[in-house]
């Protein structure tokens, strides 16, 4: 009798504008697990994606160019295992998805800070890198929550 292998888990990155954080999050993991796990991002209130978010992760040779932003309503019907919010206002705001399990990650938001990329790429990076640590150690532990 031949198995059906078991589909890879989704998660999901939610933040408010789906512009940032939870786009880098989403890039991260599809890199850092080869396939192994379904990554997505979507937003509360998406406003598009942020173009020093795409220059942070292109420096580490990871493309969002072709990224968009998204809805957390095109997934509810659909839903992901696990919704992972990377900002306060996303956990506050997020609709109930049923059977989907929840973490919270928040991550400072780089998007907002005023200035030029020369004042503003340092936090960028920053939370980029912040955020591959956390997937890093999530995966080391073998995906509490999700497994």
């Given amino acids: 009798m031949t198995q059906i292998a078991p589909s890879p888990p989704r998660v999901l990155f939610l933040c408010t504008g789906n512009s940032c954080r939870s786009q880098m999050a989403e890039a991260w993991l599809r890199e850092l697990t080869a396939g192994r796990v379904v990554s997505l991002s979507a937003g509360t209130e998406p406003v598009g994606l942020n173009p020093r978010?795409?220059?942070?992760?292109?420096?580490?040779?990871?493309?969002?160019?072709?990224?968009?932003?998204?809805?957390?309503?095109?997934?509810?019907?659909?839903?992901?295992?696990?919704?992972?919010?990377?900002?306060?206002?996303?956990?506050?705001?997020?609709?109930?998805?049923?059977?989907?399990?929840?973490?919270?990650?928040?991550?400072?938001?780089?998007?907002?800070?005023?200035?030029?990329?020369?004042?503003?790429?340092?936090?960028f990076r920053r939370v980029r890198d912040e955020i591959r640590e956390r997937i890093e150690t999530w995966l080391a532990d073998g995906l509490p929550v999700l497994t």
């Fill in 53 to 123: 978010a795409v220059k942070a992760m292109a420096e580490v040779g990871i493309d969002l160019s072709a990224h968009s932003s998204d809805s957390i309503d095109d997934f509810v019907d659909n839903p992901p295992d696990l919704v992972i919010a990377v900002c306060a206002n996303a956990e506050k705001c997020c609709p109930n998805i049923p059977n989907a399990k929840f973490l919270a990650w928040p991550f400072d938001d780089p998007a907002h800070l005023p200035g030029d990329d020369e004042a503003v790429m340092p936090e």
